[in-house]
């Protein structure tokens, strides 16, 4: 790893200044990402700005919507009383990332800033209709997931909140990679009520994206039958040494029926 | 060259790093505490389990300075007045170990695998909790006995 300097604002003003005067710095969050990367000398940063002394973690449930904060740590959303009564598929999607030490330690704000194409919480953003707040801005998880390994962040933009509207029902099933735990294909569902049923699918294609055909049959029927036969193209889905791209296709259908069911 | 300061196993420690400076590094190569292991470096074998503010995390992913002013356990704490912790002895009565290379992170996350599901944990969450410490030569059917056995006594 390449050496640099390292800073821990206490601040999120202090951040955003120190993100500014840095071009070549990077922003950390729980690092379970980063550090392995810069180990792997793919990134080498001028400076790190951790973000963890913001103290900007936690999980507040209201009536209708749930926030939060961005430097909640899986572990923490996992684990959430509150959050396990108003979205439980979102507990168990945060359970089910990397193993314990990892969760411990990856936060949800460092998680959807990478956009990693196999990461769990894009698919539970999108699906949820999720808005993501940042030191900037607010807007629609559809708007911020650009492609692979992009966001609609700019470079000194900090992500803040995640605020989720809490759907009637929700569920979330994902064929892990046996050895990173990272989704080869995850399909989360939630229906919001009133024929609003949004699908997002994770792992299979360059980021996250929308199984439109799926949305329009459960929003008419939300059971597992209603999905069957509805393939998913598999023209631009990732193609790699541990499956094909008509392989994570029909894996699509298989997560997508699987998350239907186990949906609450 | 910073300085970082942090309590390991109970006694205040600091040392010079550097930004790159990695937990495991510090504990290791400045203290001498050579118990936490390094064995894939990658975040994948937990060999470098640590406790950092009560939290099990994997030493080689952190950085030493992330940890300033934090209350760090190693192996080297668990035992206490010349006696092994419950877990410990469990892991030498159950022979959860062959050649020890993973067993100082199996132990560490034993005891935080015990600390939240309590000392009653069925053998499928200790599985599935071990997902992220690797064993290559055991087949963890004495580690996951072990850690039940530990659980019960801890």
């Known amino acids: ?264 | 060259m910073p300085t970082v300061s942090m309590k390991v196993n109970g006694d205040t420690v600091s040392g010079e790093v550097e930004g790159r400076t990695l937990l495991v590094e510090f504990l290791r190569d400045t203290l001498g505490l050579t118990g936490t292991h390094v064995g894939c470096d990658t975040s994948q074998c937990g060999a470098c389990v640590v406790h950092v503010d009560g939290k099990a995390v994997k030493a080689c992913t952190a950085l030493a300075l992330a940890c300033e002013g934090q209350s760090v356990t190693t192996i080297e704490g668990l035992a206490k007045n010349g006696a092994l912790h419950p877990m410990q002895e469990a892991f030498r009565e159950n022979h959860g170990l062959q050649c020890g290379f993973c067993t100082p992170g199996m132990i560490m996350s034993a005891v935080d695998i015990v600390k939240r599901n309590g000392k009653k944990v069925k053998e499928a969450t200790i599985r599935a909790e071990l997902d992220g410490n690797i064993c290559r030569c055991t087949g963890y059917h004495n580690i996951v006995k072990a850690i039940q056995d530990g659980a019960s006594k801890m």
């Open chain 1, 1 to 264: 790893m390449h050496d640099f300097n390292y800073h821990r604002p206490t601040k999120a003003a202090d951040a955003q200044k120190l993100i500014k005067k840095h071009k070549d710095g990077a922003l950390m969050s729980g690092g379970m990402t980063l550090v392995p990367t810069m180990k792997q000398r793919l990134a080498a940063p001028s400076d790190i700005i951790d973000l963890t002394g913001l103290g900007n973690s936690g999980v507040k449930v209201l009536k209708t919507k749930v926030t939060v904060h961005a430097g909640t740590t899986h572990a923490e959303v996992a684990t959430d009383k509150d959050l396990k009564k108003a979205i439980p598929s979102l507990c168990a999607l945060a359970g089910g990332i990397g193993d314990p030490h990892v969760r411990n330690c990856g936060t949800i704000g460092g998680s959807i800033a990478n956009n990693d194409p196999a990461a769990d919480y894009p698919a539970a953003l999108v699906a949820l209709d999720a808005t993501v707040v940042t030191s900037k801005r607010k807007l629609s998880a559809d708007k911020f997931f650009k492609g692979m390994f992009e966001t609609a962040l700019s470079r000194d933009e900090i992500v803040m909140a995640v605020e989720f509207p809490i759907p009637d029902k929700s569920g979330y099933a994902k064929f892990p990679n046996p050895a990173s735990r990272y989704a080869m294909v995850g399909v989360y569902v939630a229906d919001h009520g009133k024929g609003n049923v949004r699908v997002a699918v994770t792992g299979a294609g360059a980021g996250v994206f929308r199984q439109k055909a799926m949305e329009k049959a459960l929003s008419a029927d939300f059971s597992a039958n209603a999905v069957s036969g509805i393939a998913t193209k598999a023209d631009d889905l990732n193609e790699d040494i541990h499956a094909s791209a008509e392989y994570r296709a029909h894996l699509v259908g298989v997560m997508a029926k699987r998350a239907v069911a186990g949906a609450k």
